[in-house]
């Protein structure tokens, strides 16, 4: 159901939509991937384990968007947390962190999937103890393709 939906705003440019509606339609309340062992044991150097990616509370109705991520490191159980404001680009979506904190790109996927990609510059977040920066030019941590999910199952 999630995917058809999708699919069906895909031909729609997200100029003509609200930023919330053109990426969260009301049955996939978040976008989140959980990278399994096998995978991990493909990817050494990446570091992310699970990844989910939300409209902000209290999200405005216009065409920007404001999205909370949040990720987990292999071996840590907090998880790290932080904002980006994304305006539509000619491909998806152009996404700022909030606080100077770098940049990504949203696109979604025929599939229904959502593919982040890290700018070149990187992006950070916010754990309880430290700080996490996610390079944008070297490692396994700079591409994450997500899976629509309903908001029940978000985690």
């Given at each position: 159901?999630?995917?058809?939906?999708?699919?069906?705003?895909?031909?729609?440019?997200?100029?003509a939509?609200?930023?919330?509606?053109?990426?969260f339609p009301p049955?996939?309340?978040?976008?989140?991937?959980?990278?399994?062992?096998?995978?991990?044991?493909?990817?050494?150097?990446?570091?992310?384990?699970?990844?989910?990616?939300?409209?902000?509370?209290?999200?405005?109705?216009?065409t920007?968007l404001?999205?909370?991520?949040?990720?987990?490191?292999?071996?840590k159980?907090e998880?790290?947390?932080?904002?980006?404001?994304?305006?539509?680009?000619?491909?998806?979506?152009?996404?700022g962190?909030?606080?100077?904190?770098?940049?990504?790109?949203?696109?979604?996927r025929?599939?229904?999937?959502?593919l982040?990609?890290?700018?070149?510059?990187?992006?950070?977040?916010?754990?309880?103890?430290d700080?996490?920066?996610?390079?944008?030019?070297?490692?396994?941590?700079?591409?994450?393709?997500?899976?629509?999910?309903?908001?029940?199952d978000?985690?």
């Amino acid at each position: 159901m999630i995917r058809a939906l999708l699919l069906m705003i895909l031909p729609l440019p997200l100029y003509a939509q609200t930023g919330a509606t053109a990426m969260f339609p009301p049955e996939a309340s978040c976008f989140q991937r959980h990278y399994d062992a096998a995978h991990l044991a493909k990817h050494s150097q990446q570091q992310i384990t699970d990844i989910t990616l939300t409209p902000a509370e209290g999200q405005e109705v216009s065409t920007l968007l404001v999205v909370d991520i949040s990720v987990k490191l292999r071996g840590k159980s907090e998880s790290y947390i932080g904002s980006a404001y994304c305006e539509p680009d000619a491909v998806g979506l152009s996404c700022g962190m909030e606080g100077d904190a770098g940049a990504f790109g949203l696109a979604l996927r025929e599939d229904g999937a959502l593919l982040l990609t890290v700018d070149s510059g990187g992006m950070s977040f916010e754990g309880a103890q430290d700080f996490l920066t996610l390079s944008g030019s070297s490692g396994d941590d700079r591409a994450f393709l997500m899976y629509p999910v309903a908001a029940a199952d978000c985690f």
